[in-house]
């Protein structure tokens, strides 16, 4: 399996079937990401949340490519109405796909679509696809269920935000890896925007301090997993 990071929270997937799964693709409007929504394809697009900088490009890839939204039910419902398909999920509950299992978890943010629909609560999703389990917590404060999920969960890899304003912060993110115990943490969510400015270094020498593994990936590096 293959892992691309755009910038900010969009990462992209390739299942050793050959399977492409992106989440929140804010390409195109995103000042960081190397690649436009016309360069990448997808047979499911997971959405986090409502917000723009997470939404971003998913509607003009999925009339592309027909893609397949995964997302909790109220902004499945809101993909649904704009003439897509969803499989609505919701927090706590987990269903087999044809490129692996997602299970969605909380996250401490707020959710509304830029056109201000009600988009439900926002999401962490925990997927595990081709023996390895990744936790993309979606935009989220620090909060100590991240424990329990990493007590459910053998997490291998693990995407959180660093950017601080709208999320954790470097500190709490690092107190984040400390509770979810993955086995490689890769910040996300910082340096898209002045007001989310973070050094992604300082935060892997402070969890690589706590005894843990640090990736920090390029904006459109890829990694094998
Ligand atoms: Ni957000
Ligand atoms: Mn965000």
């Known amino acids: 399996m293959k892992l691309r990071y755009f910038s900010h929270s969009a990462f992209q997937i390739t299942t050793n079937e050959g399977k492409v799964i992106l989440i929140d693709p804010f390409l195109d409007g995103n000042p960081t990401s190397?690649?436009?929504?016309?360069?990448?394809?997808?047979?499911?697009?997971?959405?986090?949340?409502?917000?723009?900088?997470?939404?971003?490009?998913?509607?003009?890839?999925a009339k592309r490519c027909g893609s397949t939204f995964i997302c909790v039910n109220e902004l499945g419902n809101y993909c649904i109405k704009n003439g897509f398909k969803s499989h609505n999920m919701h927090i706590g509950g987990a269903h087999n796909f044809d490129f692996g299992r997602v299970k969605f978890t909380i996250a401490h943010h707020g959710s509304m679509t830029p056109d201000e629909y009600y988009a439900g609560e926002p999401s962490g999703v925990v997927l595990t696809i081709d023996g390895k389990v990744i936790y993309h917590t979606g935009d989220t404060g620090l909060f100590y269920d991240m424990k329990l999920i990493g007590e459910l969960n053998k997490i291998d890899y693990m995407m959180l935000p660093i950017g601080d304003n709208f999320t954790m912060g470097i500190n709490d993110a690092v107190k984040a890896v400390e509770f979810a115990n993955p086995g490689t943490a890769i910040p996300m969510h910082f340096n898209t925007f002045p007001v989310?400015?973070?050094?992604?270094?300082?935060?892997?020498?402070?969890?690589?301090?706590?005894?843990?593994?640090?990736?920090?990936?390029?904006?459109?590096?890829?990694?094998?997993?």
């Open 196 to 225: 989310i400015n973070a050094d992604p270094n300082e935060f892997k020498e402070k969890v690589n301090k706590i005894g843990k593994v640090c990736k920090v990936m390029e904006f459109g590096e890829e990694i094998e997993l």
């Open 34 to 61: 190397p690649v436009k929504a016309d360069d990448v394809r997808a047979d499911y697009i997971i959405l986090t949340h409502g917000h723009g900088d997470h939404i971003g490009d998913a509607f003009s890839i």
